[in-house]
């Protein structure tokens, strides 16, 4: 029997209780591969997780092998193929956002250092939990027999949300939509980037969209998406989230026609600090990651680009003692 391990963590949480039927009940693996799903949340989730346990159960998946749930993080990463760390504490009104870092970065070395050890490095890990990159940067630094190249952050929920805004102001559907990628921090200040996009393969639409429309509208609305959705909803964004990590897995694994937008730490691509994950413009085909290089950049978005840089800098400043531990 053909089989993958996915591990899930946070798989008590909002976005964990989404993915997991999304990703069962999805088709990024062949028919014949069965797929053993590792949930891993804290102590106290555990009675949560037995119920999230039984509600899968209760789908009958016919791809389903088996279910683990564990708060220990060393039987929940053991030879999983796939990593998708989702497990974070949220953010409490009056944190800062420092705080935040730190208590995040203290779980993303813990689980780093478990996962160093007890997997291959064909791992694949996908970073969600936020700050998404800084943690993927955690992660890259700690669980150092792991390729850089299998770890990345998700922004496929930033990119997604540009091309939908697009798709509506042109009344378009997302299909019609190709290359507009996302660059830099899964914050408000990523750089969601029409100068290359198309509309139903050409370039025309684009053109002739007003400049404050793209200024003050679509470029703030994409930045600031996750903050409209709680105001809204109350809560923070799951399903749209769930819904990006699998396509996210999905075009790691099958790859994608499109331009991609994923955080990945690579050499001075566009000037760029080796020393982050960062977002960029992306070809994805047979697990391979590569950057298209040599985009016209104009100042205009030069700047844009080096706000979301000099961010990502700054939080890997505030994380720097835990990198030397
Ligand atoms: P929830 O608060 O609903 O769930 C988080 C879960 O993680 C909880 O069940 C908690 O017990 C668990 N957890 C905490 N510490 C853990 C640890 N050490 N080991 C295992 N599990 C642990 O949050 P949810 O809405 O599911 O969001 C999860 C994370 O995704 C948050 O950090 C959130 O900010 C982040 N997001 C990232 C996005 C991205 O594009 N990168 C978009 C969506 C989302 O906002």
């Not at 982050?276 to 985009?295: D, H, W």
């Amino acid at each position: 029997m053909k089989k993958v391990i996915i591990t899930i963590t946070g798989a008590a949480g909002n976005i964990a209780y989404s993915l997991i039927f999304r990703i069962l009940s999805g088709n990024i693996f062949p028919a014949d591969i069965k797929i053993q799903i590792n949930l891993l949340d804290i102590a106290e989730s555990l009675p949560i997780l037995k119920g999230v346990k039984y509600e899968i159960e209760d789908c009958a998946f016919p791809n389903l092998d088996n279910i683990i749930t564990t708060d220990d993080p060393g039987l929940a990463f053991t030879d999983s193929d796939y990593i998708l760390l989702v497990g974070a504490k949220p953010r409490f009104k009056g944190m800062q956002r420092a705080d935040l870092l730190l208590d995040n970065a203290n779980i993303f070395q813990k689980q780093a250092k478990i996962i160093n050890e007890c997997v291959d490095k064909n791992t694949k890990i996908i970073v969600v939990g936020n700050p998404a990159n800084t943690n993927a940067l955690i992660v890259q630094y700690f669980a150092s027999n792991i390729p850089s190249d299998n770890i990345t952050s998700l922004m496929k929920l930033d990119q997604n949300r540009a091309k939908s805004i697009l798709g509506n102001k042109l009344n378009k559907s997302v299909t019609e939509v190709s290359q507009l990628v996302v660059w830099g921090n899964h914050s408000a200040t990523q750089f969601p980037d029409l100068n290359h996009a198309n509309v139903s393969n050409s370039n025309e639409a684009i053109l002739s969209l007003d400049a404050d429309w793209v200024n003050d509208v679509f470029i703030p609305r994409v930045q600031k998406r996750g903050a409209e959705i709680i105001q809204h909803r109350g809560k923070s964004s799951a399903a749209s989230a769930a819904s990006a990590i699998y396509d996210h897995l999905n075009i790691l694994i099958n790859g994608s026609n499109d331009w991609e937008s994923m955080g990945i730490m690579r050499d001075n691509t566009y000037g760029i600090s080796n020393e982050i994950f960062f977002s960029f413009p992306l070809k994805i085909s047979n697990s391979n990651i590569s950057i298209i290089n040599e985009l016209a950049i104009s100042d205009e978005s030069m700047k844009y680009i080096k706000d979301t840089e000099k961010e990502l800098l700054t939080e890997r400043d505030i994380i720097k003692d835990i990198l030397k531990n």
